[in-house]
């Protein structure tokens, strides 16, 4: 930023009486070097703490956490998505995630639907059955020989498998050999790419592209790579380009493998971690599942409210989608927290920080189910409206709420409960709380990548 850039942004942008960083007021590199060192939404965080509900995190970006902020912004398509979004797009190809025009996006959004209806969804129910009978069998041998799973890589091949049946009806079958694909190699550094090339300006970006370090250019590639996804695909009866099919496609795989095993990751810690919770689920799964083999219907599970509660709480205290999302002010911009934000500037909210607002979640750090539980007459049932639920980000909300969360929820529901009616589980001495503590990419992850359990089979 020139020097006349610099004063303008401190002295005379609208922006200058919201509080925050002071060399946030400036640029956005402080923003930038948070996420880098994995500390994007804990500093947001922190910053909410120390400014109140409003704090600048950018010389144009903005975040709020009050729950009335929350719904404002996302829940119509009023504030639309930040343009930067638009370097989402994979091979240049439009996909959910990056449209930024509400037309496009509705259309692509309508197009994709059917993947994700409750019979879409339920008929998934059987291929992901046999998808857990893998994950056992991996299990099993791990505790034959007296060691411990590593469940960080099993639930990652289980995620990414479990898409590959939703997308292609046929698995990769990535879980039964107990490796990841080169596909899923590319995915993660496709991931780091996106953490850089949406933080910076695209000039730069490009600038750094030509950087001739053979790691680096290695990330840079990824994108191509990816388009070998494109030999997978059974395009028979699909009247649609292959490439936008491939990007489709490998939008989803990216969107929902590394989610939906991160949180199958921290839910099955926070069970192994606190042994009262785990038992408290033991015994409402041994009522639910009298027989270990047969997992009921998905539509029963979703009634268990226990269940429901582990669920619950573990998106609350480990969003993995926990980076600040952001949206555009309106044009004639709008008025948040006694604040005006002139239109175009960004702002937002990250699911990190509205979970950790003290006034709405008493002890954010502790992890408990029964925040979410009411009790009438000895029956236990989960809250039917709560305030929390107005801060509640895991998915985020309205027309741009995850697509795939239908999908996500069965995993979710379906592999935590049979593995807890099946094994009883332990973390090994290497997973440790130090292990686990939380770092952020794009996603909201434990610095080790490695998550290792014993399991004792308890039927
Ligand atoms: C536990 C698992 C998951 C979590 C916590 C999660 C969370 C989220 C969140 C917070 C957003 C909003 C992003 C934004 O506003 O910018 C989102 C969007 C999205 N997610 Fe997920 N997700 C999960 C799994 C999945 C899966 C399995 C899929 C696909 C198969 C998926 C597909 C998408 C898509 C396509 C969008 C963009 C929706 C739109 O803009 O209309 N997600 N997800």
Redesign the pocket.
């Known amino acids: 930023m020139a020097d006349g850039q610099v004063v303008s942004a401190t002295l005379f942008s609208p922006l200058r009486k919201i509080p925050g960083p002071k060399l946030a007021g400036i640029t956005d590199l402080w923003m930038l070097f948070q996420v880098l060192r994995g500390r994007g939404s804990i500093e947001i965080d922190r910053c909410f703490r120390e400014y109140g509900d409003i704090v600048r995190i950018g010389p144009s970006s903005v975040v709020v956490r009050k729950p009335e902020d929350y719904t404002e912004i ?1 829940v119509g398509h009023k504030y639309r ?1 930040d343009a930067r ?1 638009a370097k989402l797009r994979i091979f240049g190809i439009e ?3 990056s ?1 930024v025009d509400p037309g496009v ?1 509705r259309h692509l ?1 309508k197009l ?1 639907n059917p ?2 209806t409750s019979e879409s969804v339920k008929a998934l129910q059987r291929p992901l059955q046999e998808l857990l009978d893998d994950l056992f069998v991996h299990i099993d041998q791990s505790s034959r020989r007296q060691e411990s799973a590593n469940m960080w890589n099993l639930y990652r091949l289980l ?1 990414f498998d479990f ?1 590959g049946q ?1 997308a292609f009806g046929n698995s990769f079958a990535a879980l039964r050999k107990g490796t990841e694909m080169a596909l899923m190699h590319d995915m993660d550094k496709f991931f780091r790419l996106l953490t850089i090339k949406t933080g910076l300006p695209s000039w730069v970006y490009d600038m750094t592209c030509c950087i001739p370090v053979s790691k680096w250019q290695d990330i840079v590639h990824s994108e191509t790579r990816l388009m070998t996804l494109d030999n997978e695909i059974d395009r028979k009866g699909m009247p649609l380009s292959e490439s936008f099919l491939c990007s489709t496609i490998l ?2 795989l990216i ?3 590394d ?2 095993s ?2 199958l990751a921290w839910i099955t810690w926070a069970l192994a971690r606190y042994p009262q919770i785990y038992k408290r689920l033991r015994k409402e799964l041994e009522v639910a599942i009298p027989d270990a083999d047969i997992l009921p219907d998905y539509t029963s599970l979703r009634r268990l409210p226990y269940l429901s509660a582990v669920i619950k709480e573990g ?1 609350r205290r480990w ?3 926990s980076l600040y ?1 952001p949206r555009i002010a309106p044009p004639g911009g709008a008025v948040h927290c006694g604040c005006f934000i002139p239109e175009s500037t960004s702002i937002g909210c990250s ?1 990190y920080a509205m979970h950790r607002n003290e006034n709405i979640f008493p002890d954010p750090d502790k992890y408990e189910p029964e925040r979410w539980l009411e009790e009438s007459n000895g029956i236990y049932t989960l809250k039917s409206s709560s305030e929390m639920m107005s801060s509640y ?4 909300t309205g ?7 239908p ?2 929820e069965m ?2 529901y379906c592999v935590i409960a049979a593995l807890t009616r099946r094994y009883e589980f332990y973390p090994d001495p290497e997973t440790t709380d130090d292990s686990m503590r939380e770092f952020e990419t794009l996603l909201l992850q434990p610095i080790s990548h490695s998550l290792k359990i014993k399991f004792e089979q308890k039927f």
Request: aromatic share 8%; with cysteine; net charge positive.
């Open positions: 996302y998505k979004m996909n959910v995630i449209a996006h959004r994709t993947l994700f995620a898409l939703a939008i989803f969107a929902g493998t989610t939906t991160t949180s998106l969003p993995p989608a999302l699911p980000m895991a998915w985020s027309v741009r709420s995850c697509q795939g969360q999908l996500a995993e979710l």
